[in-house]
C-alpha cells in the first residue's frame, strides 16, 4: 500500500537523533560522595581561556580556573559541584564568550546555562534494511528500472536516575523508498532517473511510556484489542475469513492514537483507548476512509481479606464513520455498561446494556449497476486488501470479468477476456456489458492479472481474494438506511460452578468439576454493528430473542468430560418465529491405554418457524443443506484417534449422521491413518477417505450412491545403492469422482479433475557438491461432463487437442527443477514444465521456463538474473529481470 506519512517521518528520525549521545557543550558524571563531577569543552584559537559562573564567584583572573588545552586542540576543565542549575562563561583573551555548544541561555548577559541533576536520560538505537535495484522487462514490452530501498529503525529512551535505568520512550519505523522508471529508453526526463517518487513510512510507532499511561502514535499496524463486553461490540481478532462482516484491521492503512495502562497503574484496572482513521490510500482523497475510535474500561473487584476477585464492571464505546468518494456517511455511536459479581461461592451473576445504532452504510463502490441498456461493472482494488499480498494494487495490469455469461464471453472461463475493464482512475477499473450478455441476478467475479484459477486472483464477495468465497451478484448494490441512535441489546447471566481441587493439582491451575451458564439476550432489529462479532452481526436484520444455557461435568475422577447445551430464540418482534437447539457431547482424552481420545455429540435444530419472504435464519453449517430449504435436523457425530500401535502411528476416524427433516439424511465418514512400516525405506505411507452415504451430490443422479474421495501417499528413501545419489521417491494419488472436494471444507471448487496422481524424485550428486534435480510429473483426469464433446474450437486449450479435434482425457505434465552452487558463490536454478498432453513446453503452467543466475557480491549482497516464460505476478506474460539486492 502506499504510505506517504513525511510528517511522521521526520518525528521518528528526530527521535532517533535524541537518541545519540550529545556532542561538546557539558557532561557530568555522579561520584561516591553524591557530587558530580563536571566536564566543560571550549573549542578556540585564544592563548587563555578561564571558566567562570556562579561556581567560582565569577573570578576571571583565577589560574585556579584556567582551562587546558587538549591534544585536539579544545580548551577542557573538570570541577566537582553538586547537582543543582549554574551560570557559566568563557573569558577567552579578556573577552566574555557564551558556551556555543549549549543551547541553553540565560537571558539578558547571554550566560550559558548548565543544569545538573541525578538522572540523565540514554539511548539505544537499531538500524538495518534491504535496497533492491532491478532491471525488468515483461512481455518485450519498455524496460523498467524499479529501485526501493526499506529501513527499519528502532530503540529505545531510558531515563537513569540513582542508578535505576527506566524505559521512557519506545520508537520503531520502518521507512521505505522507491524510484522507478517504467521505460528507460522513453524516459521523460533524466531527473527521473535521480528523483525519488515516493518516500514513506511503512509502518511506525512511538510509545510515551508513563506511570498510569502508556501513550501510543502508530501508523499501519494492527489493532488486536477486542472490546470487553461479553456481546463483543467490537471483535478485531476474528479474520475475515470466519465471518460474513469485515475485519477493521483489513481496511488498508491507518493512523491510531492509542492510550494503555502504565507501569504503576493499579492491577484491578485495564484501559483501552483508540483513536484510529484507516483509509486504502492515505495519499488519495478519493479512498474510502473509516474513523474508528473505542474505548474499553473495567474495574475488578476483590474480597477485602483474601484478595480473592469478586467480579468487574466495566463500559466499551465505538464510534464509527465511513467516508465513501468524499461523501461524509452518517456517525453510528453505540455503547454499554457491563459487570459481574460473585454473589455467593461459586454463583456469580452477569449483565450487559448497550445503546446501539440502527440503519445500514454502503461502504462499497464495487458492482454491477444498472444503467438501462447495459450493466456498468466497476472493481475498486482498495476493497480487496488481501490483494497486497500478492503485489502493489499500482502494479496491477490487467481485470476482466468473469460470470455467468450468455453471450460476448464464455461461461466462467478464466482466459475469456472478451469484457477486459479500464482503469479510469488509480484503483478504479470499469467495463459496460450488454443487458443481454448476463441477467440481472447472476454471478461473477474479478479477475486481475491472470487467465486460470489456479493462481487464485478471483475477487468475490466481501473482499475474498482467491479460490472459494462467494460470488457477485449482478444488479444486487446496497443504498444506505439513515443511521438512527434507537437500538438496543443486552444480556443477563447465572454461572454455578463447583471447584475440583484434583484435577486443579493434575494441571497446575484452577479446574472445575461442573460448571452451568444460564442466560438471556436480546437485540433489536435492524442494528448497525459494522465491527462485532459474528454471533451479532449474522442476525442483526431480525435481531433476536435467545434464552439459553451450557454445562459440562466431569462425573469420575478422570478427564471424561460430559456437556450439554441448548437454546431457544424468536425475531426480536415477529416472536412467533423462532428456532430452538440442544446439543448433548462427550469427550474423553485417553480412555484406555492405545486411544489417544473419543469424542462425540447428538444434538437437533430446528428452524422451520424462522422462515420469512426477506429474512431468513440459517444454519452455521450450510454445507449440511441443500440451498438452505432444509429448516431442521438431528446429528450424531463420533470420532476417535489411537496411540501409535504396531505398524499404525495412528488411526483416526469419524462418523457424522445428519437426519434432515422433511428431506432425505445421510451419513459422512472420514478415516485417516499413517503407517510406520518397519523397513529403513519407507519413510512413511498414510492417506484419508470421505465417504457420504444418502447424497448424491448436485452433479449424480438421485438413484446413485456419490462416490467416495480418497487419498494415499508413500515416500520412500534411503535406497540401496542408490541412496547417494536419490534421495526419495514420493507419489501421491487422489480420487474424487463424487465432487466432495468440490462442494466441501476442502474450498477447492474450482478444479477441474476427479482424480489427480503426482510423484516426484530429487538427484544429487556427491561429486558435485550443491548440485541437484528434482523432476516430478502430475496427471489429472478431466471430470466427465466437464466440457461439451461436440463444442467447436479451432485452436489448442488446455484440456483440448485441435489437430486431434479431442478433448484430453488425462491432461498430465512434467516438472524439472535443476539447481548448482559454483565453488565462486554463483548459483544457477532452471525449471522447466513439460506438457506431454500437447507434446511441447506447457503454454498453461505458470513458470514453464524459469532461470536464475544468482552470484554473492558481498556478505550482505547479491545479483541475480532471470527469465521466466509465464510470470505468474505479470498475468503469466514473459519477463526477463536483473536485481541487485543488498542486505544492512
Given at each position: 500500500m502506499q504510505r506517504k506519512t513525511l510528517v511522521l517521518l521526520v518525528v521518528v528520525l528526530a527521535l532517533a537523533l535524541l537518541a545519540m549521545p550529545a556532542l561538546g557543550a557539558y557532561t557530568f558524571e555522579q561520584l561516591p560522595n553524591g557530587k558530580f563531577a563536571v566536564s566543560f569543552t571550549y573549542p578556540s584559537a585564544a592563548s587563555e581561556v578561564y571558566l567562570v559562573g556562579d561556581f567560582n564567584n565569577w573570578e576571571n583572573s583565577n589560574p585556579d580556573h584556567l582551562m587546558e588545552k587538549n591534544t585536539e586542540g579544545v580548551y577542557e576543565k573538570t570541577i566537582e559541584l553538586a547537582k543543582g542549575t549554574y551560570e557559566y562563561k568563557f573569558f577567552a583573551d579578556g573577552e566574555w564568550k557564551s558556551d556555543p555548544e549549549n543551547p541553553d541561555v540565560v537571558p539578558g548577559f547571554g550566560n550559558s546555562l548548565a543544569i545538573i541533576t541525578a538522572g540523565s536520560i540514554k539511548g539505544e538505537l537499531a538500524i538495518k534494511g534491504e535496497m533492491n535495484n532491478e532491471v525488468k522487462q515483461v512481455n518485450q514490452g519498455a524496460i523498467a528500472f524499479n529501485n526501493d530501498l526499506t529501513l527499519k529503525v528502532e530503540g529505545t529512551l531510558q531515563e537513569e536516575k540513582d542508578e535505576v535505568t527506566t524505559d521512557r520512550l519506545d520508537f520503531m519505523a520502518e521507512i521505505k523508498v522507491d524510484n522507478n522508471v517504467k521505460d528507460i529508453e522513453n524516459a521523460t526526463s533524466e531527473q527521473d532517473y535521480h528523483i525519488l517518487d515516493r518516500i514513506y513510512l511503512n509502518t511506525f510507532d512511538t510509545t510515551l511510556l508513563q506511570k498510569y499511561a502508556n501513550t501510543s502514535v502508530q501508523g499501519n499496524l494492527t489493532d488486536d484489542t477486542d472490546s470487553f463486553d461479553y456481546l463483543k461490540l467490537i471483535d478485531v481478532q476474528t479474520s475475515k475469513d470466519d465471518r460474513d462482516n469485515f475485519n477493521i484491521n483489513e481496511s488498508g492503512d491507518n493512523i491510531r492514537i492509542k492510550i494503555t495502562p502504565g507501569s504503576e497503574t493499579p492491577s484491578d484496572w485495564d484501559y483501552y483507548i483508540n483513536f484510529t482513521k484507516y483509509t486504502s490510500d492515505i495519499t488519495k482523497a478519493t479512498s474510502t476512509k473509516k474513523y474508528y475510535s473505542s474505548l474499553n474500561a473495567k474495574k475488578g473487584f476483590h474480597h477485602s481479606l483474601t484478595g480473592e476477585r469478586m467480579g468487574e464492571i466495566g463500559v466499551t464505546g465505538l464510534f464509527y464513520q465511513p467516508v465513501v468518494l468524499s461523501e461524509v456517511k452518517d456517525l453510528a455511536i453505540s455503547g454499554a455498561v457491563f459487570g459481574e459479581y460473585e454473589i455467593i461461592d461459586n454463583l456469580t451473576l452477569r449483565g450487559e446494556y448497550a445503546h446501539l445504532a440502527t440503519g445500514d452504510i454502503n461502504e462499497s463502490i464495487t458492482g454491477a449497476y444498472d444503467r438501462g441498456d447495459h450493466w456498468?461493472?466497476?472493481?475498486?482494488?482498495?476493497?480487496?486488501?488481501?490483494?497486497?499480498?500478492?503485489?502493489?494494487?499500482?502494479?496491477?495490469?490487467?481485470?476482466?470479468?468473469?460470470?455467468?455469461?450468455?453471450?460476448?464471453?464464455?461461461?466462467?472461463?478464466?482466459?475469456?477476456?472478451?469484457?477486459?475493464?479500464?482503469?479510469?482512475?488509480?484503483?478504479?477499473?470499469?467495463?459496460?456489458?450488454?443487458?443481454?450478455?448476463?441477467?440481472?441476478?447472476?454471478?461473477?467475479?474479478?479477475?486481475?492479472?491472470?487467465?486460470?484459477?489456479?493462481?487464485?486472483?478471483?475477487?468475490?464477495?466481501?473482499?475474498?481474494?482467491?479460490?472459494?468465497?462467494?460470488?457477485?451478484?449482478?444488479?444486487?448494490?446496497?443504498?444506505?438506511?439513515?443511521?438512527?441512535?434507537?437500538?438496543?441489546?443486552?444480556?443477563?447471566?447465572?454461572?454455578?460452578?463447583?471447584?475440583?481441587?484434583?484435577?486443579?493439582?493434575?494441571?497446575?491451575?484452577?479446574?472445575?468439576?461442573f460448571d452451568i451458564t444460564a442466560g438471556f439476550k436480546v437485540l433489536s432489529n435492524g442494528t448497525y454493528l459494522p465491527v462485532a462479532s459474528q454471533d451479532l452481526y449474522k442476525t442483526k436484520g431480525t435481531g433476536f430473542n435467545k434464552a439459553y444455557f451450557g454445562t459440562y461435568l466431569y462425573p469420575l475422577d478422570n478427564d471424561l468430560k460430559l456437556t450439554l447445551a441448548g437454546d431457544y430464540s424468536t425475531f426480536y418482534k415477529e416472536t412467533d418465529k423462532s428456532s430452538y437447539g440442544v446439543d448433548l457431547g462427550f469427550d474423553f482424552p485417553q480412555p484406555i491405554s492405545y486411544l489417544d481420545y473419543v469424542k462425540g455429540n447428538l444434538g437437533r435444530r430446528d428452524l422451520t418457524k424462522a422462515e420469512t419472504e426477506d429474512n431468513r435464519w440459517v444454519f452455521e453449517k450450510q454445507d449440511l443443506l441443500n440451498e438452505n430449504e432444509v429448516r431442521a435436523y438431528n446429528r450424531v457425530f463420533l470420532e476417535g484417534k489411537s496411540k501409535p500401535l504396531s505398524w499404525f502411528n495412528y488411526v483416526l476416524g469419524n462418523v457424522e449422521f445428519i437426519d434432515k427433516i422433511k428431506d432425505t439424511g445421510y451419513v459422512k465418514l472420514f478415516g485417516e491413518t499413517e503407517l510406520l512400516i518397519p523397513v529403513d525405506q519407507i519413510a512413511y505411507l498414510k492417506g484419508n477417505v470421505d465417504y457420504i452415504l444418502g447424497d448424491p451430490g448436485t452433479d449424480v443422479p438421485e438413484d446413485e450412491e456419490r462416490a467416495p474421495r480418497f487419498w494415499i501417499e508413500g515416500k520412500v528413501h534411503h535406497l540401496p545403492y542408490v541412496q547417494d545419489y536419490l534421495t526419495h521417491i514420493l507419489v501421491n494419488y487422489e480420487s474424487d469422482k463424487g465432487q466432495i472436494k468440490d462442494h466441501s471444507w476442502y474450498g477447492d471448487d474450482d478444479n477441474d479433475w476427479e482424480q489427480k496422481l503426482y510423484g516426484e524424485t530429487k538427484f544429487v550428486l556427491p561429486q558435485l557438491e550443491g548440485f541437484q534435480l528434482v523432476i516430478a510429473a502430475e496427471s489429472q483426469k478431466v471430470e466427465e461432463g466437464k466440457f461439451d464433446a461436440e463444442q467447436a474450437i479451432d485452436k489448442d486449450a488446455k484440456f483440448y487437442v485441435a489437430d486431434e479435434k479431442a478433448f484430453i482425457d488425462w491432461y498430465t505434465f512434467m516438472k524439472f527443477t535443476a539447481g548448482y552452487e559454483f565453488n565462486f558463490g554463483l548459483r544457477a536454478d532452471l525449471t522447466l514444465i513439460y506438457d506431454l498432453s500437447h507434446h511441447e513446453i506447457s503454454q498453461y503452467e505458470d513458470d514453464a521456463i524459469k532461470v536464475e543466475l544468482t552470484q554473492a557480491v558481498s556478505d550482505y549482497s547479491s545479483l541475480k538474473a532471470s527469465y521466466n516464460a509465464k510470470h505468474p505476478d505479470h498475468s503469466s506474460n514473459e519477463c526477463i529481470s536483473l536485481k541487485l539486492q543488498t542486505l544492512f
Open positions: 456498468l461493472f466497476v472493481f475498486n482494488v482498495e476493497e480487496y486488501p488481501d490483494i497486497e499480498d500478492i503485489k502493489p494494487f499500482t502494479d496491477i495490469e490487467e481485470v476482466h470479468v468473469v460470470g455467468d455469461f450468455k453471450s460476448g464471453a464464455r461461461n466462467w472461463d478464466p482466459a475469456d477476456k472478451h469484457f477486459a475493464m479500464e482503469e479510469v482512475e488509480e484503483g478504479i477499473w470499469e467495463v459496460k456489458v450488454p443487458k443481454d450478455a448476463i441477467d440481472e441476478g447472476k454471478g461473477y467475479k474479478f479477475i486481475f492479472d491472470g487467465d486460470s484459477w489456479a493462481i487464485g486472483h478471483e475477487c468475490g464477495q466481501n473482499g475474498h481474494v482467491g479460490s472459494g468465497g462467494s460470488d457477485l451478484i449482478v444488479g444486487q448494490t446496497a443504498e444506505d438506511i439513515p443511521i438512527k441512535q434507537n437500538g438496543q441489546a443486552y444480556l443477563a447471566e447465572v454461572n454455578y460452578r463447583i471447584f475440583d481441587p484434583r484435577r486443579s493439582f493434575r494441571v497446575g491451575g484452577e479446574a472445575y468439576k
